[in-house]
C-alpha cells in the first residue's frame, strides 16, 4: 500500500521520537487517537515501522572513535562475497557493513575505544576476514552530522 501524507507525517515524528505515546501522536498529527493507532499497526504490519530501538550515547559507553574501514576482497564471486559477509556480520564493533560499487568492495564502519582499541579490533578480527586483497582505515575526527532518520 502507498504512504499518504498522514502517514508520511506519522513515520517523521515516531523516527525523532519513538516512545511517543499514541494520545501525544495522535495530537500532533491531528488524528483521532484509535485512528492513530489503527495506522500505525498498519505501518509496522506492512514493515514501514521495522523495529523501535533505544538510540545510545557512544562517549558515555566509551566508544568515541568512529574509524571507516575500505576493504578490496581478492574476488567478486558469489561464495567469496558471502563468506566475507557471514564472516564480518560475526564482529561486535562494526556498526554497519555496505557492498559498494567504486574502489572498495565494501565500507565498514567501526567503533572503538581509542586507536588502541582499533589496533586490537584489527589485529582480531580484520586482519582474519576471508579473502581481503586491501584495506585502508581512516578515522573519523569529529562527527558534524548524523542521524537515523530518513526521508519520508
Given at each position: 500500500?502507498?504512504?499518504?501524507?498522514?502517514?508520511?507525517?506519522?513515520?517523521?515524528?515516531?523516527?525523532?521520537?519513538?516512545?511517543?505515546?499514541?494520545?501525544?501522536?495522535?495530537?500532533?498529527?491531528?488524528?483521532?487517537?484509535?485512528?492513530?493507532?489503527?495506522?500505525?499497526?498498519?505501518?509496522?504490519?506492512?514493515?514501514?515501522?521495522?523495529?523501535?530501538?533505544?538510540?545510545?550515547d557512544p562517549r558515555k559507553l566509551g566508544v568515541s572513535a568512529t574509524i571507516f574501514v575500505e576493504i578490496t576482497l581478492s574476488t567478486q564471486a558469489d561464495d567469496v562475497l558471502e563468506a566475507f559477509e557471514k564472516a564480518v556480520a560475526r564482529i561486535p564493533d562494526v556498526l554497519e557493513c555496505h557492498l559498494t560499487a567504486g574502489a572498495a568492495d565494501y565500507i565498514l564502519k567501526v567503533v572503538a575505544e581509542s586507536t588502541e582499541d582499533f589496533a586490537r579490533i584489527h589485529r582480531q578480527y580484520l586482519t582474519r576476514l576471508p579473502n581481503v586483497a586491501k584495506m585502508q582505515s581512516s578515522f573519523a575526527l569529529r562527527t558534524v552530522f548524523s542521524t537515523t532518520a530518513l526521508p519520508v
Open positions: 500500500m502507498a504512504l499518504d501524507a498522514m502517514d508520511r507525517r506519522l513515520l517523521h515524528v515516531l523516527q525523532r521520537r519513538g516512545r511517543i505515546s499514541n494520545a501525544d501522536l495522535a495530537e500532533e498529527v491531528n488524528l483521532s487517537a484509535s485512528a492513530c493507532h489503527r495506522r500505525v499497526q498498519r505501518l509496522e504490519a506492512e514493515g514501514y515501522i521495522r523495529d523501535y530501538v533505544a538510540l545510545l
